[in-house]
């Protein structure tokens, strides 16, 4: 009885077994479908190239399924046409040429109602665009599920074996799942695109804006130069000639002549307000003798009637840039030039331009009260703010970057620095801020 009970027992301990077998099984396919979409909502967050995060979703798709053939195509809205972005056990030649209409084939059906599919065979699929490809691919089993984001389909991601009847409806919420995050991560990347050809876009009207900007300025001092300058030292010169024939014909008439010593002391007063003007506009020098020289005579016109010492150095060899090169650093000379005269309360200020063989530097320097840099985050309505916003602007449009440090009673430094050894023109914003 005993030996009988034993030989009863053992069905039963083998069906339990198996049971306990089958729960294992199930419990690490479930643990593996949770590592395959951990590691690609990982890739979505950590990565930005859109072909990585779909190669990364694709690899364990098939890794989870033990599968070695499958490929990710994407939707074209403007052609509303599928064509594959990454692949893996397929030959260039079915990548290339697999191009679908939405609603044709089975991918372009999937890609239209937004239904996944799972095919036994896809050879003798009637619906199955390209047979010529498919048998020569050698494909039998195939998934096709859809890639969403916001119920709206963007792609397709398909699986497939060279044997028949591979795949279970199991694979087809594995790939539903991943589907899923990969749409929202085509999404994204999409919407990312847009923001910077938006943000490229702002920038090209800003840098077209700058070197407007720059023309006009150079228009207008050389109008004041040519016209409104001439005009008034040949009135100057008229208004001497008639005191001097005054004097010489005996005119004694005290009042005439103190009238038109006031008319000529003014007209010399306009003159050099003029002068001022087309020197901020744009001056001369800049374009005869350079920046440095520009950078000289605009500090000590600027600073020396504030009884502010400046002194300007120049390290390295000296060497011309393009025009619109030399304008952009020297309105940030200006713009320092400025603030030192308006806000710094300094004694002491200093200019040094650095020139190396690959690079130029720029910086300048003042002993004044000094500023909590932190506190300028934005362009305020007052104003604030908006020459360092325009410097960072300018230099970052040369390829370079610039910054500006500063303490409450120990003084500013403002820098600036851009890559030489090249043709240097308003190009790609490379700046990083400060």
């Given at each position: 009885?005993?030996?009988?009970?034993?030989?009863?027992?053992?069905?039963?301990q083998?069906?339990?077994?198996?049971k306990?077998?089958?729960?294992?099984?199930?419990?690490?396919?479930?643990?593996?479908?949770?590592?395959?979409?951990?590691?690609?909502s990982?890739?979505?967050?950590?990565?930005?190239?859109?072909?990585?995060?779909?190669?990364?979703?694709?690899?364990?798709?098939?890794?989870?399924?033990?599968g070695?053939?499958?490929?990710?195509?994407?939707?074209?809205?403007?052609?509303?046409?599928?064509?594959?972005?990454?692949?893996?056990?397929?030959?260039?030649k079915?990548?290339?040429?697999?191009?679908?209409?939405?609603?044709?084939?089975?991918?372009g059906?999937?890609?239209?109602?937004?239904?996944?599919v799972?095919l036994?065979?896809i050879?003798?699929?009637?619906?199955?665009?390209?047979?010529?490809?498919?048998?020569?691919?050698?494909?039998?089993?195939?998934?096709?599920?859809?890639?969403?984001?916001?119920?709206?389909?963007?792609?397709?991601?398909?699986?497939?074996?060279?044997?028949?009847?591979?795949?279970?409806?199991?694979?087809?919420?594995?790939?539903?799942?991943?589907?899923?995050?990969?749409?929202?991560?085509?999404?994204?990347?999409?919407?990312?695109?847009?923001?910077?050809?938006?943000?490229?876009?702002?920038?090209?009207?800003?840098r077209?804006?700058?070197?407007?900007?720059?023309?006009?300025?150079?228009?207008?001092?050389r109008?004041?130069?040519?016209?409104?300058?001439?005009?008034?030292?040949?009135?100057?010169l008229?208004?001497?000639?008639l005191?001097e024939?005054?004097?010489?014909?005996?005119?004694?008439?005290?009042?005439?002549?103190?009238?038109l010593?006031?008319?000529?002391?003014?007209?010399v007063?306009?003159h050099?307000?003029?002068?001022?003007?087309?020197?901020?506009?744009?001056?001369?020098?800049?374009?005869?003798?350079?920046?440095?020289?520009?950078?000289?005579?605009?500090?000590?016109?600027?600073?020396?009637?504030?009884?502010?010492?400046?002194?300007?150095?120049?390290?390295?060899?000296?060497?011309?840039?393009?025009?619109?090169?030399?304008a952009?650093?020297?309105?940030?000379?200006?713009?320092?030039?400025?603030?030192?005269?308006?806000?710094?309360?300094?004694?002491?200020?200093?200019?040094?331009?650095?020139?190396?063989?690959?690079?130029?530097?720029?910086?300048?320097?003042?002993?004044?009260?000094?500023?909590?840099?932190?506190?300028?985050t934005?362009?305020?309505?007052?104003?604030?703010?908006?020459g360092?916003?325009?410097?960072?602007?300018?230099?970052?449009f040369?390829?370079?970057?610039?910054?500006?440090?500063?303490?409450i009673?120990?003084?500013?430094?403002?820098?600036?620095?851009?890559?030489?050894?090249?043709?240097?023109i308003?190009g790609?914003?490379?700046?990083?801020?400060?």
């Amino acid at each position: 009885m005993k030996k009988d009970r034993g030989v009863n027992k053992a069905p039963g301990q083998a069906s339990s077994h198996s049971k306990l077998s089958d729960r294992g099984s199930k419990a690490e396919k479930y643990y593996h479908d949770l590592v395959a979409l951990s590691r690609v909502s990982a890739a979505i967050s950590g990565l930005h190239d859109l072909d990585a995060i779909l190669k990364i979703g694709l690899d364990n798709v098939l890794s989870i399924i033990n599968g070695t053939v499958g490929g990710i195509m994407l939707l074209d809205e403007p052609s509303q046409t599928l064509s594959y972005r990454v692949y893996h056990g397929l030959s260039a030649k079915y990548a290339e040429e697999m191009r679908l209409k939405l609603g044709d084939g089975v991918a372009g059906k999937v890609a239209q109602s937004g239904r996944s599919v799972l095919l036994e065979d896809i050879s003798s699929e009637p619906d199955a665009a390209r047979i010529d490809l498919i048998s020569a691919e050698g494909l039998r089993a195939f998934i096709s599920v859809p890639l969403r984001a916001k119920d709206n389909v963007l792609g397709v991601m398909n699986v497939a074996s060279h044997v028949p009847h591979r795949f279970t409806k199991g694979d087809v919420h594995l790939l539903h799942s991943i589907g899923d995050q990969l749409g929202i991560a085509i999404e994204q990347t999409r919407l990312h695109e847009r923001l910077r050809r938006a943000r490229e876009r702002l920038r090209k009207l800003a840098r077209q804006n700058l070197v407007a900007e720059e023309e006009e300025r150079r228009r207008i001092a050389r109008e004041l130069h040519d016209e409104t300058s001439q005009s008034l030292s040949g009135i100057a010169l008229q208004l001497e000639a008639l005191m001097e024939m005054s004097a010489k014909s005996g005119n004694q008439d005290a009042k005439f002549i103190a009238g038109l010593k006031k008319v000529q002391s003014l007209t010399v007063q306009v003159h050099k307000e003029v002068s001022r003007l087309i020197s901020n506009l744009h001056p001369a020098v800049l374009d005869t003798l350079g920046l440095a020289a520009a950078a000289r005579q605009y500090a000590k016109s600027r600073l020396q009637p504030l009884d502010i010492d400046v002194t300007t150095e120049v390290k390295g060899t000296e060497m011309r840039f393009p025009p619109d090169v030399e304008a952009a650093l020297f309105r940030v000379v200006q713009g320092a030039i400025g603030n030192i005269a308006e806000h710094s309360q300094a004694k002491n200020a200093s200019i040094v331009l650095v020139y190396l063989r690959d690079e130029f530097s720029l910086s300048i320097c003042d002993d004044g009260q000094g500023f909590d840099v932190s506190g300028i985050t934005d362009v305020e309505e007052s104003g604030r703010g908006r020459g360092l916003f325009s410097m960072r602007e300018r230099i970052g449009f040369l390829g370079g970057t610039s910054g500006i440090e500063s303490r409450i009673g120990v003084g500013t430094t403002i820098w600036a620095k851009i890559p030489i050894g090249q043709d240097i023109i308003y190009g790609e914003d490379k700046s990083t801020g400060n």
